[in-house]
Structures are given as structure tokens and as C-alpha cells.
């Protein structure tokens, strides 16, 4: 079962590339799943509002879905 947080990620990344929610799994790639670097500083731009986190600078297309899940997790206030 997915938690909050994952669900959400998920759902901004679903959001961000137009790809179905079902359709991204925690062992992809950013780029696997196609996210641009400007996608995604977006992303990263709206999480850290959403969660309250103050440095994303860890985060880059090559993490997976699962590590920035850990990552947001581990930062969020």
C-alpha cells in the first residue's frame, strides 16, 4: 500500500509527463519515465512547497521514483 507521500509524488509526476498514475513504479527513473530537467525543477519546486522541504538539491532524473519518495519522506517537516 502506498503511502500519503508516495501517493502524491506520484500524482504530481502522473501531472507533470501526462503519463497514467498506474502506470509509474517506484523502481523507474525520472528519465525512464521521460522527465526532463525542467520538469524536473518543477516538480521538485512543487514538492517542496507542498511538504515544507527546503533543499531538493539531492533530487535529479536519474533517482528513481522509490529514492525520491525516501528523499521527500526524510526531508518533510
Do not use: R
Not at 516538480?43 to 533517482?63: A, E, P, V, Y
Amino acid at each position: 500500500m502506498k503511502t500519503p507521500i508516495e501517493s502524491t509524488i506520484i500524482s504530481e509526476i502522473s501531472h507533470s509527463i501526462g503519463v497514467p498514475e498506474n502506470a509509474i513504479s517506484a523502481d523507474q527513473t525520472m528519465d525512464d519515465l521521460g522527465m526532463t530537467s525542467i520538469l524536473a525543477v518543477q516538480l521538485s519546486s512543487k514538492l517542496q512547497q507542498q511538504f515544507g522541504i527546503t533543499d531538493m538539491s539531492g533530487i535529479s532524473t536519474s533517482n528513481t521514483v522509490g529514492e525520491l519518495v525516501d528523499y521527500v519522506q526524510s526531508k518533510a517537516s
